[in-house]
Nanobody
């Protein structure tokens, strides 16, 4: 069992930056592919970014490519999402997710592939 806790959300002006974090606990963090998803009011949850358990492979949604960066610190059981050049349409609750037993370079954008989810952190971008 893995517990995921997101933090770092908040209110930021358009064009600003924010970093959200995800702390994992409960089991060894190695072997877990990680992903970030988001859900805006009235919309379905959507994929944002993913990183392989080795950290050697990443994948981004087109809407955030070039603005967001996903990273992880295996020793600290942490995953981060650095968000730059934020836009009002980035406003959403951001969730991190974990997929166990993943290959070193495995990444996926499918929410169904992830077994564990955090409670989410709110990110609001004002215009």
């Amino acid at each position: 069992q893995v517990q995921l806790v997101e933090s770092g959300g908040g209110l930021v002006q358009a064009g600003g930056s924010l970093r959200v974090s995800c702390a994992a606990s409960g089991r060894t963090f190695s072997g877990y592919a990680m992903g970030w998803f988001r859900q805006a009011p009235g919309k379905e949850r959507e994929f944002v970014a993913a990183i392989s358990w080795s950290g050697g492979n990443t994948y981004y949604a087109d809407s955030v490519k070039g603005r967001f960066t996903i990273s992880r610190d295996i020793a600290r059981n942490m995953v981060y999402l650095q968000m730059n050049s934020l836009k009002p349409e980035d406003t959403a609750v951001y969730y991190c997710a974990a997929r166990p037993y993943s290959g070193s370079y495995y990444v996926t954008f499918s929410s169904q592939a992830y077994d564990y989810w955090g409670q989410g952190t709110q990110v609001t971008v004002s215009s």
